[in-house]
């Protein structure tokens, strides 16, 4: 998907053609039509991929397929009143904050271990 700026030449549509990838340019004068995906990009950006050198196309796979993972269905999203994309059952109120690793402590997921007591140290 790209909008119909004058760099994207016949050219380079063709390019991405012959590797069966369908190109879809934006509609004229929609300014919003690509928000989403970009800021999406935008995101994935600059949590993840700023902070990694990618090795190859499988490791980018990996890497991307793990993010994407943690952002639907984990990360906080402020626009949805701090919930994920793919709601989850409502987390316990009570035990302990754990916090685990994702990409190797890029980020940092934190949950409260069920079952476990909270203990105060008033």
């Known amino acids: 998907m790209h909008d119909n700026d004058k760099k994207f030449t016949a050219i380079f549509d063709q390019i991405f053609e012959s590797e069966h990838i369908r190109v879809i340019p934006t509609p004229i004068r929609a300014p919003n039509a690509n928000a989403f995906a970009e800021r999406w990009v935008r995101t994935a950006r600059e949590e993840c991929l700023d902070h990694l050198l990618i090795l190859n196309e499988v ?13 639907n269905t984990r990360r906080p999203l402020q626009s949805l009143g701090q919930q994920s994309p793919i709601q989850r059952r409502q ?32």
């Open 59 to 71: 490791h980018l796979r990996r890497v991307l397929n793990t993010f994407t993972a943690y952002y």
């Open 91 to 122: 987390p316990p109120n009570t035990g302990l904050v754990q916090q685990r690793n994702v990409l190797g402590g890029i980020v940092n997921d934190y949950y409260r271990e069920p079952g476990c007591i909270a203990v105060s140290f008033n």
